[in-house]
């Protein structure tokens, strides 16, 4: 069937907002129906005999794992080696005994990471794939498959392929903590509140959609702009960065908050944006600190934080944008949002072409 853009300007912009309604379908798709419990389908491992998660993709199916490895050390207790694909496959990472491959991508055909599978399939270690096209080579390759049930994705820039691929790697770690013995029914079931809870959460950060684009049309100016975050936010703050640069053709870094001393911090003035990613979970007030640090040297400060956090350091903030309070484990599907309408907008107001940036592929099918 043909897909049409509905009532939006861009593909992309559908996209966002088709958000709330597939990371609703992706979750209720591990649900068990008289449970209610998260629950995995057959995988070809024990989890508790895994001794270690090689995780590897491309792009914005990297930062998606990037998240995966900080939910699956901190809630499951396994080590996750989190790798790009391109560099995974021509590295001699050797294989260790009980070792499993965790392969994610919407389309299932990228050719770096079919190449790091073929490779450590071969090897004889099992694979298993987070893939938003059922009928594709990377789901047809591996031993199991997770679908993300994002629907077509059309815009080059990923956005509901990326919080999809979330949802499924939260599940999987709910799942491989449990198998693990290390998920105690209170946890288990506030975790799965707040799974729940997000679409209707995601639903309240679309809604400040016009709120955004006003900082859009401030951003839309600079030639640098930085993202800082901590924990799962630095992957939040990774992903991004990627958004702006791939469509606003800005110019945008990502450093975890706490590296900002080492090199970034010398770049910052009156002239270079720093987005914060500050949800308040366990390291806000480290990554307060360092926002500090970038208001002292005059640095123009976006926060995103819930409105403890805004209320906190909003004083010292250039702009904010208050989000909704979750669980700290969800919050980095949910901060996934703003930045991906900051770049949005920004690209739109810019007058980019956002649903084919130059250079760039949906798919990147050849090395
Ligand atoms: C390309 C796309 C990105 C995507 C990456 C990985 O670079 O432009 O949006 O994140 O490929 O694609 P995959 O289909 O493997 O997720």
Sequence with gaps: ALIGKGNHRHFMEKEIFEQPAVLGDTLRSFADPATHRITLPELPFDFQAVSRVAAVACGTASYACLVGKYWLESLAGLPVDWDIASEFRYRASPLVPGQVGLFVSQSGETADTLAAMRHLRGEGCPALAVVNVPESTLAREADATLRTLAGPEIGVASTKAFTTQLATLACLAVGAARARGRLDPEREAALTKALDELPARILQVLEKDQEIRAIAAELMAARDVLYVGRGTSYAIALEGALKLKEISYIHAEAYAAGELKHGPIALIDEHVPVIVVAPRDHLFEKTASNLQEVVARGGKVVLLSDAAGVAELGDYAWKTVT?????????????????????????????????????????????
């Design 323 to 367: 989000l909704p309070e979750v669980d700290p484990f969800v919050a980095p599907i949910l901060y996934a949002v703003p930045v991906q309408l900051l770049a949005y907008h920004t690209a739109v107001l810019k007058g980019t072409d956002v649903d084919q940036p130059r250079n760039l592929a949906k798919s990147v099918t050849v090395e």
